[in-house]
């Protein structure tokens, strides 16, 4: 199933929702005719508010943004869009005449990932897109591939859940078939105790109570766990305090 749908993810790629941007008719007119050519969806818009506007109605897989433009430019687009976007990821180039060193740093802080420097042939634009598809690709197997560990791991989870309860049922019972024994032994111990017994007898009897007692306590652990939570175990060191008491 995840192959499937990771083969008509990649098959969509073919044919993409592009956005581009550039109040620059000319360059909007070039950059959207190539793509077109190859079978691209291609929204275009010459500035940067109504950009926004169509990428916050299609979430277009790449868009191609003009630095420069009016009223909204291309650097505070991309952050809004870093900003809004979730799990649909979209792959942004910038067309920029700006050179330095400075200007690129700023513009991948603001989330741009790749950049074409006007003057450009067509060739190179197509050559960009290419990139563009191919990491595309990828975060798209990467989110697929997180999807399906994600949904692995609740569906472990849900089982262990599932054995702990049982687990839990299981030791209940068992605790509460135990108990009922061992206390009529006691029970017949303290019985015992009433009558005329001899010194061994008695250290005998004593030791059956003893031990019961010690039984009985070793129960009510185990009843504890079965019902508690994994952080909630406080009752095991309250009851090994009282036995060194009692030890001592």
Same mark, same amino acid.
């Given at each position: 199933? !995840?192959?499937?749908?990771? &083969?008509?993810?990649?098959?969509?790629?073919?044919? @993409?929702?592009?956005?581009?941007?550039?109040?620059?008719?000319? =360059?909007?007119?070039?950059?959207?005719?190539?793509?077109?050519?190859?079978?691209?969806?291609?929204?275009?818009?010459?500035?940067?508010?109504?950009?926004?506007?169509?990428?916050?109605?299609?979430? &277009?897989?790449?868009?191609?943004?003009?630095?420069? @433009?009016?009223?909204?430019?291309?650097?505070? !687009?991309?952050?809004? =869009?870093?900003?809004?976007?979730?799990?649909?990821?979209?792959?942004?180039?910038?067309?920029?005449?700006?050179?330095?060193?400075?200007?690129?740093?700023?513009? @991948?802080?603001?989330?741009?990932?790749?950049?074409?420097?006007?003057?450009?042939?067509?060739?190179?634009?197509?050559?960009?897109?290419?990139?563009?598809?191919? =990491?595309?690709? !990828? &975060?798209?197997?990467?989110?697929?591939?997180?999807?399906?560990?994600?949904?692995?791991?609740?569906?472990?989870?849900?089982?262990?859940?599932?054995?702990?309860?049982? #687990?839990?049922?299981?030791?209940?019972?068992?605790?509460?078939?135990?108990?009922?024994? @061992?206390? &009529? =032994?006691?029970?017949?111990?303290?019985?015992?105790?009433? #009558?005329?017994?001899?010194?061994?007898?008695?250290?005998?009897?004593?030791?059956?109570?003893?031990?019961?007692?010690?039984?009985?306590?070793?129960?009510?652990?185990?009843?504890?766990?079965?019902?508690?939570?994994?952080?909630?175990?406080?009752?095991?060191?309250?009851?090994?305090?009282?036995?060194?008491? #009692?030890?001592?």
């Amino acid at each position: 199933m !995840l192959c499937a749908y990771l &083969h008509g993810f990649l098959a969509r790629l073919v044919s @993409m929702n592009i956005l581009v941007a550039d109040d620059d008719s000319a =360059i909007r007119f070039l950059v959207s005719s190539a793509l077109s050519e190859l079978g691209h969806n291609v929204d275009s818009a010459e500035n940067g508010y109504d950009a926004w506007t169509a990428w916050k109605r299609d979430h &277009h897989q790449l868009a191609i943004f003009d630095w420069t @433009m009016p009223g909204l430019e291309g650097l505070e !687009l991309c952050r809004r =869009i870093r900003f809004e976007q979730s799990q649909e990821f979209t792959y942004i180039i910038l067309i920029t005449a700006r050179p330095g060193r400075a200007n690129y740093l700023e513009a @991948m802080d603001s989330g741009v990932d790749d950049f074409i420097s006007k003057p450009f042939e067509t060739e190179q634009l197509l050559a960009h897109v290419r990139v563009a598809t191919r =990491i595309l690709g !990828l &975060h798209e197997n990467l989110r697929l591939a997180n999807t399906e560990l994600e949904r692995r791991v609740c569906e472990r989870t849900a089982e262990l859940e599932e054995a702990l309860r049982a #687990k839990g049922e299981f030791l209940s019972r068992a605790s509460h078939e135990l108990r009922t024994p @061992m206390n &009529h =032994i006691l029970g017949f111990a303290q019985v015992l105790q009433l #009558k005329g017994l001899s010194a061994e007898q008695e250290a005998n009897v004593q030791q059956i109570i003893t031990s019961g007692r010690h039984l009985l306590t070793l129960i009510d652990r185990v009843l504890g766990v079965s019902k508690s939570s994994p952080d909630d175990l406080s009752f095991l060191a309250t009851s090994k305090a009282c036995e060194s008491v #009692k030890e001592a």
